[in-house]
């Protein structure tokens, strides 16, 4: 056992303070990586404050890790010592149910290790997160980061990238659709980078317009401010495709009557609150309203390629360990533009 340094939240709503905690030897399988930077996700307010029902304290949050191997397993053979890797939202999964490994869609099967508050497989032991120094992962839950992207503004790639990138994929974002990405936060515009990537006529629909000119630098053909009764006169009946990054309750059936016939809203921001949904907001347009989390572990490194391909990466502020807890406190209030990401060399 390796003695390793990092943040945790001892209970629900409690801040986030120093904590010293044991990780597991290296196994023969698994990759020891020296972790450089963390993106800060609001998933890890939520999972802090035990929004979800599904926290284990104490909690050691983190879950967009960048980082690099010191160290290998004998039977690893994708990584070597240098390697510039990143670990996402799971660390472990199903490995004996033939449609998750199949179908490439691990992250919705049983067995799934998320990568902080789950417990190491067949124990009682807890995982912790990327508020760390260090993490021993399994090799084939480690992406590749492109050494030319920069560890720190790449991390957040590891949740906010996948979350977006896999439900444009799915849907079919690209030339001749157009796509409007709900919210300009730390998803949203990742969002917005990756459909204007992938060839999408691109909206930011945001509740003012505060953040209109990021969102055109961006890579958005409109822009246009929710808090305006206008907007859903002027855009009803236009998308093929919304994706919600917003987790707190909205009125769903305005944001339905944006789709066209046949369109799909997917919401991957998850509100506390359960959502009141009039059926009629779905049948006249035959239109869908679907989830989607996070990607696969295939998904997640075909994401990082095509951001390495395309120079993508997330718009961040360096935050020091230390300053976790005013973090948590501005982006209650959306004061981040787009994505925290804590330098570990602070702790």
């Known amino acids: ?41 609001h998933s890890d307010i939520h999972m802090v404050d035990n929004g979800w029902g599904q926290s284990v304290y104490p909690i050691v949050p983190g879950h967009e890790v960048a980082g690099v191997v010191t160290a290998v397993g004998s039977n690893v053979t994708k990584f070597k010592e240098g390697d510039h890797v990143g670990v996402g939202c799971f660390v472990d999964s199903c490995v004996t149910c033939k449609a998750a490994r199949d179908l490439d869609r691990e992250q919705y099967q049983p067995g799934l290790v998320l990568t902080y508050s789950g417990f190491e497989p067949g124990s009682d032991t807890p995982t912790y997160g990327g508020y760390s120094d260090h993490m021993v992962v399994k090799e084939d839950y ?11 503004a790449a991390a957040p790639l590891l949740c906010a990238g996948i979350t977006l990138y896999s439900p444009l994929r799915h849907w079919n974002a690209g030339p001749g659709k157009k796509v409007a990405i709900l919210g300009m936060g730390g998803l949203g515009h990742m969002g917005v980078k990756l459909a204007h990537a992938m060839g999408a006529e691109v909206t930011v629909l945001s509740q003012t317009l505060s953040k209109q000119a990021d969102g055109l630098k961006l890579g958005a053909s409109h822009y246009y401010a929710t808090n305006d009764p206008k907007t859903f006169e002027t855009l009803a009946n236009t998308f093929d495709l919304i994706i919600c990054t917003v987790s707190a309750p909205l009125d769903w059936g305005a944001y339905l009557a944006l789709l066209k016939v046949d369109g799909t809203m997917v919401l991957v921001g998850a509100p506390e609150e359960p959502a009141q949904l009039n059926a009629f907001a779905l049948i006249p347009g035959r ?23 395309k120079n993508i990466v997330a718009d961040i502020e360096v935050i020091a360990i230390d300053q976790i807890n005013a973090a948590y406190q501005r982006m209650h209030k959306s004061d981040v533009r787009y994505r925290f990401v804590i330098d570990m060399g602070t702790l």
């Open 1 to 41: 056992m390796a003695t390793a340094k990092g943040y945790a939240a001892p209970a629900a709503g409690a801040p986030l303070a120093p904590f010293t905690f044991e990780r597991r030897d290296p196994n023969p399988d698994d990759v020891v990586i020296s972790i450089k930077y963390c993106g800060v996700c």
């Open 142 to 152: 480690v992406l590749s980061i492109p050494e030319h992207l920069p560890l720190d």
């Open 287 to 309: 239109r869908t309203l679907a989830g989607s989390m996070i990607g696969s572990i295939k998904e997640t490194q075909e994401m990082l390629d095509f951001c390495g391909e």
